[in-house]
């Protein structure tokens, strides 16, 4: 399941509302067992961060955010999408506090109504300035592969015994990261960027996303579940590749390796392997290991922004990244 980056600080000016942007779409067409599961939704609001993304790569550069908002629908549409299917894959119940579409009808509307947004994502391409369509139509499309091998790889590595901590960046670059770095930089070229502000801004992108990854494997383990807004302890339970379980296995000693793979051989839901798990990840340093990682990524997020124009729209993408690593849900 793709996880929500926190959303930029509140006192931010977003001049398009991207809620009412998103909003004002039409699905109200026929039929309407395709459409009303893509308008329910896109109605359980989310923070739209992809989407402002994209109209602040736009205006960071100086360009008007209202050339870009057709790509930053596209963005917000194909988003949505890929959750779709990710909740039918992954069999979640509820998404943002709401039953999934394939509990709400079934898996086939899922499946059918995830293909039409992707096709209303490729429809709403077609808007933006013809100037700008065929480097946006390659790096959308580029992107839109990209996620899908990263979820393929993260399916894959279910099965592997054999994944590395290098294995499991590439794989949170392609399924998380590549569509922040695609949002920035899309808006950017609407905005008339050098090739050197672009790339600086998917960069950021990219680093921003890996830190965001890497600490949600950690909140899902050390954190609190009255702000992170779930249980603890889901990855552990399902022996789920995450980075604190791939560092745990690289700097653990003979015992302690035994005594993680044992716990890995447990399937069934178990708070006693939660615990134990968690104090294997404490005691080969894997917590202390993921928590230099983020502070590594942020810093290289942060280098990015060095060479762009010094302007309210970088200090904004900043300071999100020092929120990022420092988010509690």
Same mark, same amino acid.
């Given at each position: 399941?793709?996880?929500t980056l926190?959303?930029?600080?509140?006192?931010?000016?977003?001049?398009?509302?991207?809620?009412?942007?998103?909003?004002?779409?039409?699905?109200?067409?026929?039929?309407?067992?395709l459409?009303?599961?893509?308008?329910?939704? $896109?109605?359980?609001?989310?923070?739209?961060?992809r989407?402002? $993304?994209?109209?602040?790569?736009?205006?960071?550069?100086?360009?008007?955010e209202?050339d870009?908002?057709?790509f930053?629908?596209?963005?917000?549409?194909f !988003? @949505?999408?890929?959750?779709?299917?990710?909740?039918?894959?992954? *069999?979640?119940?509820?998404?943002?506090?709401?039953? =999934?579409?394939h509990?709400?009808? @079934?898996?086939? =509307?899922?499946?059918?109504?995830?293909?039409?947004?992707?096709?209303?994502a /490729? *429809?709403?391409?077609?808007?933006?300035?013809?100037?700008? $369509?065929?480097q946006?139509?390659?790096?959308?499309?580029k992107?839109?592969?990209?996620?899908?091998?990263?979820?393929?790889?993260?399916?894959?590595?279910?099965?592997?015994?054999?994944?590395?901590?290098?294995? /499991?960046i590439?794989m949170?670059? $392609?399924k998380?990261?590549?569509?922040?770095?695609?949002?920035?930089?899309?808006g950017a070229?609407?905005?008339?960027?050098?090739?050197?502000?672009?790339?600086?801004?998917?960069?950021?992108?990219? !680093?921003?996303?890996?830190?965001?990854?890497?600490?949600d494997?950690?909140?899902?383990?050390?954190?609190?579940?009255?702000?992170?807004?779930?249980?603890?302890?889901g990855?552990?339970?399902?022996?789920?590749?995450?980075?604190?379980?791939l560092?745990?296995?690289?700097?653990?000693?003979?015992?302690?390796?035994?005594?993680? @793979?044992?716990?890995?051989?447990?399937?069934?839901p178990?708070?006693?392997?939660?615990?134990?798990?968690?104090?294997?990840y404490?005691?080969? !340093?894997?917590?202390?290991?993921?928590?230099?990682a983020?502070? @590594?990524?942020?810093?290289e997020?942060?280098?990015?922004?060095?060479?762009l124009?010094?302007?309210?729209e970088?200090?904004?993408?900043e300071?999100?990244?020092?929120?990022?690593?420092?988010?509690?849900?």
């Open positions: 399941m793709q996880p926190a959303a930029y600080p509140k006192h931010h000016k977003i001049m398009i509302d991207c809620n009412q942007a998103i909003a004002a779409l039409d699905w109200s067409k026929e039929p309407q067992g459409y009303a599961p893509i308008a329910y939704a $896109l109605s359980s609001g989310g923070k739209r961060l989407m402002q $993304l994209v109209l602040a790569g736009c205006r960071l550069v100086g360009g008007n209202q870009a908002l057709p930053a629908e596209a963005i917000e549409v !988003h @949505n999408f890929t959750l779709l299917h990710d909740d039918v894959m992954d *069999r979640a119940e509820v998404r943002r506090g709401m039953p =999934t579409v509990i709400k009808w @079934n898996d086939n =509307t899922a499946i059918l109504s995830g293909d039409q947004m992707l096709i209303e /490729y *429809r709403l391409l077609e808007k933006v300035p013809d100037t700008y $369509l065929p946006l139509l390659h790096l959308f499309t992107t839109a592969t990209e996620i899908c091998e990263g979820q393929q790889y993260d399916i894959d590595f279910e099965q592997r015994s054999d994944v590395q901590i290098s294995d /499991y590439e949170i670059r $392609l998380t990261s590549v569509l922040l770095a695609a949002a920035l930089k899309g070229i609407i905005g008339g960027a050098t090739y050197g502000e672009q790339d600086a801004l998917y960069n950021y992108g990219i !680093h921003l996303g890996l830190a965001f990854q890497i600490q494997d950690l909140l899902d383990c050390f954190g609190d579940p009255a702000t992170f807004g779930k249980a603890i302890g990855d552990i339970s399902c022996n789920k590749k995450t980075y604190l379980l560092s745990a296995l690289q700097q653990a000693d003979t015992h302690q390796r035994e005594a993680l @793979n044992s716990w890995l051989q447990l399937t069934a178990s708070a006693e392997k939660i615990e134990s798990v968690k104090a294997l404490i005691a080969t !340093h894997a917590r202390e290991a993921a928590e230099q983020i502070a @590594n990524h942020t810093a997020a942060l280098k990015c922004l060095s060479t124009p010094d302007n309210s970088t200090r904004h993408l300071q999100m990244a020092r929120n990022l690593a420092q988010r509690k849900s």
